[in-house]
């Protein structure tokens, strides 16, 4: 009973202390909390009283003595206040025993159902909140930060990946390199981002327990702690957003450094010192040859990440990353990093430096940690950075990294659907109308080897009402980021692109993949085929093949170890409409091609001509006038009927031919239409069940009712890719146009001769 009064006696001091006025002059003890408790463990009780501060100890300015008096007698009458009002409550409690006992029931029973509602709402909040356990639970073993446990929480990551599982405690606590690979999708981002973040916390920690036991300057702010390369805008760009996402709440600051957006900006970002700058190489060293302060202090840099290495290592391209890899300070083994000009550096920083190799596929060699070793002494080497190995050597990667490698024997991810059309180059256009007008439901990525490829796909697409969306490398960044953004907005939504979408960009809800051409190499059609199929969702893949890339395509299937692949189905009744509909696309395409091509022409004669000062006279005759006049009416004319015509069908549900509106059945029920059947049939379900909802919903048989996943699983044909077949077979075809060749040629030779006979015969 002695200990509860003096705790009691103790808290209500506290109250008052914390209740005077003056108190806000003292130091702030959210961000230097153990200096408070440093001052707290210097009395006896841990208990402080106005007599009990020393001024010169926290550095308060105590009021006067009046003050003191005034603020006791105004407690003392607080003191006071509160004995009436416990008085009053007593005589309150009286009254109310007084009276009838009827009216205490109906009190009590206003009572229960108030506590009742009170506890329906916390039971409510406690659904609201995500279960600490099931997010938490994998978590925990990796040890990180409190406050990246509270942004994974906050961000609903249940478990980790298998490569966050592998990389993160071999980084984060371990402080190893790491050379990484696993298939698309699989959350290598923060395989590399939490590690970094982790470390810059636990650093921040230690500086601020340094700074109260010993009175130090520890400079840890300002800094450039880590550098992450990637070879495109976009993805450098989705990099940023993941680790800014995480960081929420640590206090670090991430800043990204791409070309086609405004240098200025960018040097005005890189004045706020931020700790991690994620980048591509082009605009990273334009900033650093420039002499970008922030950039160009590498000695305190303790993360350097190359993420797609894979992709830096291309003939021809990235020269700019050899040039910033030659820029960081040389690391010895056993030895700390060389810091000759690292006057604010701290200990801690001054650690080795930890190098990140992260990529979609690897190769290594089985000496490779042999050559990390040897080559470590002198780690700027001479030579191209045309592999993984020399990449790794070159960017000063310790003998003692963990090289971790998750991919499987196909690459691909395992939820991942691949398929093919056969089809002649003619035809791609009207199997591509095909698939995104009967399966196009999802996100849709189009994928294209050239830029005039992807123009001619835009262009008709468009004239067919199909919405597209563009992306490709000549495209300013401007809009590229915003044909990104109204991609990923759209649930349905088609994107046209090269191969810089093949890489990197996290969209969520990419349900069809489709290859309009074949990419140059396998690594490509596995990046891009992983643009679906993302974090153990599933996808389908489309190739579609014509007779000269068949070799090409066998030649992928054997570096995947893919015995067998499956055609898409397509129902051969809606061809002819939709080769109906794409002809007439095609005369508007050309029409419209060649009236932009005239007045391109024009404008360029004109601006030329106005550039060197001549007057352009018109010299035609009234006949070629008329004549102009008249053909550009017929071609407007003729366009305004294609127009119409095009309109009037697409304006319709694309239909097979033999569909009667009368009997639905009448040409047979095919595995489509058996499809869209049952597709019905669930949602007739679905609306049964939600009775409230008396919305009826009209679905048009033959349109956007079946996505290609399901149309591939249900009526998919399974084709084996014999590749010795397809090579005899491509063999022989190649021998039947030799002699095909060969006989025309012979041919031609004796009808030569006879002519010379009969012309030597007639003389």
């Not at 990946?161 to 990389?167: D, E, L, S, Y």
């Not at 499987?408 to 035809?427: G, V, W």
């Not at 004109?606 to 009416?633: T, Y």
Request: net charge positive.
């Amino acid at each position: 009973m002695r200990g509860r009064k003096s705790m009691k006696r103790d808290s209500a001091q506290l109250d008052r202390f914390d209740s005077l006025p003056w108190t806000s002059s003292l130091p702030n003890t959210e961000d230097d909390p153990f200096s408070a408790l440093a001052g707290l463990n210097d009395f006896e009780g841990g208990v402080l009283s106005l007599e009990e501060i020393d001024e010169s100890e926290y550095g308060l300015e105590l009021p006067v003595t009046n003050g003191k008096k005034r603020k006791r007698e105004e407690s003392k009458a607080v003191g006071e206040i509160t004995q009436d009002d416990k008085k009053k409550k007593k005589k309150k409690k009286k009254k109310k025993k007084k009276k009838k006992k009827d009216e205490g029931a109906k009190e009590s029973s206003v009572d229960n159902e108030q506590e009742a509602v009170t506890g329906e709402d916390d039971k409510k909040e406690q659904e609201q909140q995500p279960d600490d356990s099931e997010y938490h639970y994998a978590w925990y073993e990796l040890r990180l930060h409190p406050l990246l446990m509270k942004s994974i929480s906050r961000l609903n990551f249940k478990e980790p990946t298998p490569i966050q599982k592998a990389c993160i405690p071999a980084a984060a606590h371990q402080g190893k390199d790491v050379i990484g690979a696993a298939e698309t999708g699989s959350g290598k981002t923060l395989a590399f981002g939490l590690p970094i973040l982790q470390r810059l916390l636990d650093e921040r920690d230690k500086f601020q327990r340094q700074v109260i036991t010993r009175d130090e300057n520890i400079v840890s702010k300002g800094l450039l702690r880590a550098l992450i390369i990637t070879p495109t805008r976009e993805l450098a760009l989705q990099v940023t957003d993941h680790l800014k996402q995480v960081a929420i709440g640590t206090d670090v600051r991430v800043v990204p450094i791409v070309g086609g957006m405004s240098t200025e900006k960018q040097e005005r970002l890189l004045k706020a010192r931020p700790e991690i700058v994620v980048g591509t190489p082009g605009r990273l060293w334009e900033l650093m040859s420039g002499g970008d302060v922030h950039l160009v202090e590498l000695h305190s840099l303790s993360f350097f990440v190359l993420d797609e290495a894979d992709r830096m290592i291309d003939n021809g391209h990235f020269h700019e990353l050899q040039s910033i890899i030659d820029m960081l300070p040389m690391i010895r083994e056993g030895h700390a990093e060389d810091t000759e000009n690292c006057v604010t550096a701290s200990g801690f920083q001054r650690k080795k430096r930890q190098t990140f190799v992260f990529s979609a596929t690897i190769a290594l060699s089985s000496d490779f940690r042999k050559k990390l070793k040897r080559g470590s002494v002198k780690a700027k080497l001479d030579g191209e950075l045309n592999s993984i190995e020399a990449l790794s050597e070159r960017a000063g990667m310790r003998s003692n990294a963990a090289i971790i490698d998750l991919t499987n024997a196909s690459i691909m991810p395992n939820k991942l659907e691949e398929s093919f059309i056969e089809c002649k180059e003619e035809d791609k256009d009207a199997c591509l109308y095909y698939v995104l007008s009967v399966h196009g439901h999802g996100r849709t990525i189009v994928f294209c080897t050239s830029i005039a490829a992807l123009r001619h796909i835009s262009s008709l697409m468009k004239i067919l009402n199909v919405n597209v969306w563009t992306l490709h490398a000549q495209m300013q960044q401007r809009a590229r980021l915003k044909a990104i953004d109204r991609f990923r907005g759209h649930d349905h939504g088609i994107l046209v692109a090269t191969d810089v979408a093949a890489r990197g960009l996290d969209i969520p809800g990419v349900r069809t993949v489709v290859h309009y051409q074949l990419p140059h190499s396998a690594e490509v059609y596995v990046h891009r085929s992983g643009r679906t199929a993302r974090a153990s969702a599933d996808g389908c893949s489309i190739a579609l093949i014509s007779p000269k890339e068949a070799s090409k395509f066998t030649s992928l299937c054997k570096s995947f170890s893919k015995e067998s692949f499956k055609q898409f189905p397509i129902e051969a009744s809606y061809m002819p409409e939709v080769l109906k509909r794409l002809s007439l696309a095609r005369q508007i395409d050309r029409v419209l091609r060649k009236e932009s091509q005239d007045k391109a022409d024009k404008s360029w004669f004109q601006r030329n001509a106005e550039s060197i000062d001549l007057i352009v006279e018109e010299n035609d005759s009234e006949e070629e006038r008329v004549n102009s006049i008249r053909k550009k009416k017929s071609s407007s004319a003729q366009l305004k009927n294609l127009q119409q015509e095009l309109n009037s069908l697409v304006s319709r549900p694309l239909q097979p031919k033999s569909f009667s509106s009368r009997y639905l059945a009448g040409a047979g029920i095919s595995p489509l239409l058996q499809l869209q059947f049952e597709e019905l049939a669930r949602q007739k379900r679905g609306d049964s069940a939600n009775q409230g909802d008396n919305k009826r919903r009209m679905v048009v048989i033959g349109q956007n009712c079946v996505e290609p996943l399901t149309a591939l699983r249900s009526s998919g044909q399974e084709i084996s890719m014999d590749t010795k077949a397809a090579v005899e077979k491509r063999r022989n075809l190649d021998n039947l146009r030799r002699m095909r060749k060969e006989d025309k040629k012979r041919l031609h030779d004796q009808k030569r001769k006879q002519r010379k006979k009969l012309k030597a015969g007639g003389d």
